[in-house]
């Protein structure tokens, strides 16, 4: 599975932006599609997924009321809509596909083996 994400740019606190995310390979093997996010000097953590058939959804508390995660089946594309953002939102977003598995965990990073390159995002104050 390879994955393209985009959307990535600096914007001023309290606007919005969206990213996406392309799915392309072995798309039917994915069992959800999660976004996290690395700032500078800190670990990567995990920001929101979304499962890829029922469409169940899972935010980091740090962003729930604000981003809202999305999946186009047809397109293999997933979208992350972030609004009010803050400059504690600025990092490199990344974007993850995971595989069915006997446990689900979405906020766990080794759930997902395939990872695309990441997109920017400042936030300036």
């Known amino acids: 599975v390879q994955l393209q994400a985009s959307g990535g740019d600096l914007v001023q606190a309290g606007g919005s932006l969206k990213l996406s995310c392309a799915a392309s390979?072995?798309?039917?093997?994915?069992?959800?599609m999660g976004w996290f996010r690395q700032a500078p000097g800190k670990e990567r953590e995990f920001v929101s997924s979304i499962t890829w058939v029922s469409g169940n959804t899972y935010y980091a508390d740090s962003v729930k009321g604000r981003f809202t995660i999305s999946r186009d089946n047809a397109k293999n594309t997933v979208y992350l809509q972030m609004n009010s953002l803050k400059p504690e939102d600025t990092a490199v977003y990344y974007c993850?596909?995971?595989?069915?598995?006997?446990?689900?965990?979405?906020?766990?990073?080794?759930?997902?083996?395939?990872w695309g390159q990441g997109t920017e995002v400042t936030v300036s104050s």
């Open positions: 993850a596909a995971a595989l069915p598995a006997s446990s689900w965990l979405p906020s766990l990073r080794s759930k997902y083996p395939y």
């Open positions: 390979g072995r798309t039917f093997s994915v069992y959800a």
